[in-house]
């Protein structure tokens, strides 16, 4: 079983910066490709940003050049660095993993979440 626990949220002010953590426990986690989701009050979960296992990345336009997203493979952690953050980035983070090594844009494409930690940013 594979379990997904985030980790570093919290209330900034707009600007400021905030970097998210989700470790995995299981074996051969490290193989997998994962993936940052957030969601807004009312509004669907979306992409974020995404890593492969051999650390190529993808980002949605709407947090290009502000977030980072890295993994150490030996710690099974991925991170995602969150700069220049903007009232609409509030949202619960969600971290996701998939049995695979390419990255996906899509939420159905990953098979374990964790359960999410709060991002608030404040005017």
């Known amino acids: 079983q594979v379990q997904l626990v985030e980790s570093g949220g919290g209330l900034v002010q707009a600007g400021g910066s905030l970097r998210l953590s989700c470790a995995a426990s299981?074996?051969?986690?490290?193989?997998?490709?994962r993936g940052w989701f957030r969601q807004a009050p009312g509004k669907e979960r979306e992409f974020v940003a995404a890593?492969?296992?051999?650390?190529?990345?993808r980002y949605a336009d709407s947090v290009k050049g502000r977030f980072t997203i890295s993994r150490d493979n030996a710690k099974n952690t991925v991170y995602l660095q969150i700069s220049s953050l903007k009232p609409e980035d509030t949202a619960v983070y969600y971290c996701?993993?998939?049995?695979?090594?390419?990255?996906?844009?899509?939420?159905?494409?990953?098979?374990?979440w964790g359960q999410g930690t709060q991002v608030t940013v404040s005017s």
């Open positions: 996701a993993g998939r049995r695979d090594s390419s990255y996906a844009e899509g939420p159905d494409d990953y098979d374990y």
């Open positions: 299981g074996r051969t986690f490290s193989t997998y490709a």
């Open positions: 890593i492969s296992w051999h650390g190529s990345t």
